[in-house]
């Protein structure tokens, strides 16, 4: 798969992004133990999921886009789950080269990150986040 630029966002995309998505993650809400997991547009939350363990909610929610005969390709991917090596990696393979996460990267997901010029976005919580990105990045 091809990967695609990553998409300008703004910072008012961003938290519109991660407020919708937090919103839906009901399950976190009524157990404080889920994890949850989304593709995006930078408009809008076209894929969702939760399950305990925030790789296997990654794997449902590109399950869903492929089942739906969609492409992860040049989506915007939200996490609850640390950005780490395996996600990172994984991600990019699929094409999705912008990733948000309430969480951080690790230092080798950063690294793997920088190195193939994705943007992550990491500790987001309300209007605040922290931007980590390779020198393709590209913001407003």
Known sequence: IATVPC???SPTHVY???AY???KSMLYKDTSM???CALASSEDIMYFCEDLYADQAFYK???QALAANDTPSGKILLSTGYLDLDLVSHAYALGITTLISRFGPTDKGM???QSKDMTLIGFFRGTRF???CGK???TS
């Open 7 to 9: 998409p300008i966002l």
């Open 130 to 132: 922290n931007l980590y």
């Open 16 to 18: 519109a992004l991660t």
């Open 34 to 36: 889920a994890h949850s």
């Open 111 to 113: 690294d793997f990150a």
């Open 136 to 138: 393709g990045c590209r």
């Open 61 to 63: 929610t590109i399950g």
């Open 21 to 23: 998505f937090q919103q």
